[in-house]
């Protein structure tokens, strides 16, 4: 699954993790979900009288003769209100803001052990529907408008419900038995609301922003792309169902991403960037900090120019601390996630390995959407109770490198009956279980500059004339299903050539980090003591979500990098406009 930076996230058949870079302190306050029980003061909120409203008729009276009722009937109701700001080159060229508000239905029927959820061959099956009711729902506060929405998308729920459960029982007929599994899991009902946060929105203020950062750009005109965005998200989920959850949750988020494209004398294309998130506006950097960002980004860019193209490799290497965190995030997150462990389509890594070892004895895992912070960084993956109305908890995955238990929504799994708070989701797509807060723990861990000197040691023992260090990663990609081979991606920015004797750095470029996950990960011989955060969003099933790794820097005996998959093409004909005039260009 992607783990990337937004404006260069891409899907393919696993997932990708996109690098998000910084995350900045979460300054809302949020009611602790060991406060859950206590109920929340009266509030008038049209949204909660529509849903509970609708609730109490769908769960009571929805029914098909001859057909069972629901057994389960939940809401989600997602409000989204985003601005973008964006300027090119010292121009404004996106100025937007879109207002949306969604619902989601999940009505079942059957019970905890055996109802309506779809397969995933369930998605193959059309039952000819002509009218799909639209999940964008009302902005106004009329309740009985809401409420003719989440009528519509009950009744279409409940009819697929009925039609995936003869499905299910029909299949029952000719399917081998596997170990009987629970469909869904019993959970403690949870009330919850957050405080009300403040949105702050200067859309003339960033514009005259962005269009000053990206001037900056026109320094070097060799940059075919220099942009500045700033954005800001604010989200407001109301969770009910019939169980009695009721839950509203309501977080902002503000970015501000750096990119920039040039291309090699050789016409490799070279990127560099980042984004920076805040839940204040306080904790993003200042404009003058913004201006260095922005130097240097033109500064790599440059260097990257100039630098040899690097060969294909294999030897050993560090991985610093963002690196590392996605590269756990790929091999080994996914294939923890507990959806994936019943999915006859996923090659099940780890199924049925719960008490076995899976990784050095040194290394532990673990998955915690309660951490607000790290490094003292926000982390993107915090929430306090997922989109299945369940409490976040913090869930070791591996400790010592022995597989513990799996990452679980309210699909139970084989080993991990019941939801640890990991059921996610966009919008009103379907909740799987999802990484939130991926935390890479190392016993023994050295100092930076001992983990280095380990690097040089290992590569003469290897014969190898030098080791690699990367430093940046823009993000990865990872394929987990059965056909195909079980290998990932990482897409390295800034790779260095250490010299084996003297230690020296050479920039290089040009390559992709490449391997099969269960061979990667046990190369791993050191970690370091300092860590890092890493931002982000990942794209899987269930849409993009926030998440966040803490990882320490770590040392493979070996690694394998391959050439990036680059197109070469000429760079512009004519000089940028913003060119000196010939005679006064630096030779």
């Known amino acids: 699954m992607p783990f990337v930076d937004p404006s260069r996230a891409t899907r393919n058949d696993g997932h990708r993790l996109r690098p998000l870079a910084l995350v900045l302190g979460f300054a809302v306050a949020v009611v602790a979900p060991a406060e859950a029980d206590a109920a929340p003061k009266p509030v008038n909120d049209p949204v909660l009288t529509a849903l509970e409203a609708e609730l109490t008729r769908t ?97 279409a729920a409940y009819k697929k419900a009925l039609s995936s459960h003869l499905r299910k029982r029909a299949k029952k007929v000719s399917d081998v038995a596997e170990k009987h599994v629970d469909s869904f899991s019993r959970e403690t009902p949870a009330t919850y609301r957050d405080p009300a946060v403040r949105f702050e929105v200067d859309r003339k203020g960033w514009a005259e922003r962005v269009r000053r950062l990206s001037a900056r750009f026109r320094r070097d005109p060799a940059v075919l792309e220099g942009a500045v965005r700033i954005s800001a998200t604010h989200t407001k989920t109301w969770i009910v169902s019939s169980e009695g959850t009721r839950i509203v949750k309501e977080d902002v988020l503000y970015s501000v991403g750096i990119s920039a494209l040039s291309r090699a004398p050789d016409g490799m294309l070279l990127d560099q960037g980042q984004t920076l998130y805040g839940r204040t506006l306080a904790e993003l950097p200042d404009e003058r900090g913004l201006f260095a960002l922005v130097d240097e980004a033109v500064d790599h860019l440059a260097a990257l120019a100039r630098a040899p193209v690097a060969d294909p490799y294999t030897g050993p290497a560090i991985l610093e601390p963002e690196a590392t965190g996605v590269f756990f995030h790929e091999t080994v997150g996914h294939r923890l996630e507990g959806e994936r462990q019943k999915d006859e389509n996923e090659g099940r890594t780890f199924k049925g390995q719960v008490g076995q070892p899976i990784l050095p004895v040194f290394l532990s895992l673990r998955d915690d959407p309660t951490q607000r912070t790290a490094a003292g960084l926000s982390l993107n993956g915090y929430y306090p109770f997922d989109d299945e109305g369940v409490a976040s908890q913090n869930t070791i995955l591996v400790q010592n490198g022995v597989l513990k238990t799996f990452l679980t929504g309210r699909t139970p799994v084989e080993d991990a009956p019941k939801s640890n708070g990991h059921g996610r989701a966009q919008g009103t797509q379907r909740p799987v279980a999802r990484m939130g807060n991926l935390i890479i723990e190392a016993a023994g861990a050295v100092p930076r500059a001992t983990l280095k000197q ?39 920015r800034m790779v260095y050539r250490v010299d084996a004797q003297t230690g020296a750095e050479t920039l290089v470029r040009g390559v992709e980090m490449v391997g099969t996950p269960l061979t990667a990960v046990n190369k791993i011989v050191a970690a370091s003591q300092e860590v890092g955060v890493f931002n982000g969003f990942c794209g899987a099933e269930s849409g993009y979500v926030p998440v966040s790794t803490v990882a320490p820097a770590t040392l493979f005996r070996e690694i394998e990098l391959q050439r990036s998959q680059r197109q070469k093409e000429r760079t512009p004909l004519l000089p940028a406009p913003w060119a000196p005039p010939a005679g006064d260009r630096k030779p």
């Not at 290992?458 to 260090?469: M, S, V, W």
């Open 454 to 492: 380990m690097l040089l040691d290992e590569a003469r023992k290897a014969g190898k004339p030098f080791g690699l260090i990367i430093r940046d990663i823009t993000g990865g990609s990872t394929n987990t299903s059965n056909y195909g081979y079980q290998a990932f991606k990482g897409s390295p």
């Open 59 to 155: 769960h009571g009276a929805l029914r098909l003769e001859d057909y069972e009722r629901p057994y389960f009937v939940a809401f989600r109701v997602v409000d989204r209100d985003q601005v973008e700001v964006t300027g090119r080159f010292g121009a404004l060229v996106e100025d937007d803001r879109d207002t949306k508000r969604q619902i989601a239905v999940d009505v079942r029927v059957g019970d905890y052990a055996f109802d309506s959820s779809p397969d995933p061959s369930d998605f193959s099956f059309e039952d000819g529907i002509t009218f799909e009711p639209p999940s964008q729902a009302p902005l106004d506060a009329d309740v009985t408008a809401l409420r003719g929405t989440v009528w519509l998308l009950s009744d």
